[in-house]
């Protein structure tokens, strides 16, 4: 599950390293911070946050590649994370 926000984090290390994105809507580096406090505390609200900031970013870059995998990347973890909550594991 957390490999997932593990892939989210390379593909923000891209982002940030290219002047190719739109990032005006988005602070990326508050996206990567809230990622990794994701990581050692998985807290729902953090989550519905994170889904809107990932949804936006995807949504200001026309839905490229690497945001687009982003998103997927984020909708993996949140179903695995639902899984794990009905199973009573998290």
């Given at each position: 599950?957390?490999e997932h926000l593990d892939n989210?984090?390379?593909?923000?290390?891209?982002?940030?390293?290219?002047?190719?994105?739109?990032?005006?809507?988005?602070?990326?580096?508050?996206?990567?911070?809230?990622?990794?406090?994701?990581?050692?505390?998985?807290?729902?609200?953090?989550?519905?946050?994170?889904?809107?900031?990932?949804?936006?970013?995807?949504?200001?870059n026309t839905f490229s590649e690497?945001?687009?995998?982003?998103?997927?990347?984020?909708?993996?973890?949140?179903?695995?994370?639902e899984q794990k909550i009905k199973?009573?594991?998290?």
């Amino acid at each position: 599950m957390l490999e997932h926000l593990d892939n989210i984090i390379k593909d923000i290390n891209i982002i940030k390293d290219s002047n190719n994105y739109n990032l005006e809507n988005v602070d990326i580096n508050y996206l990567k911070n809230k990622i990794n406090d994701l990581k050692d505390n998985i807290n729902l609200e953090t989550v519905k946050e994170l889904a809107n900031i990932i949804y936006q970013l995807n949504i200001d870059n026309t839905f490229s590649e690497l945001t687009d995998h982003i998103s997927n990347e984020f909708y993996a973890f949140e179903f695995l994370l639902e899984q794990k909550i009905k199973e009573g594991k998290v």
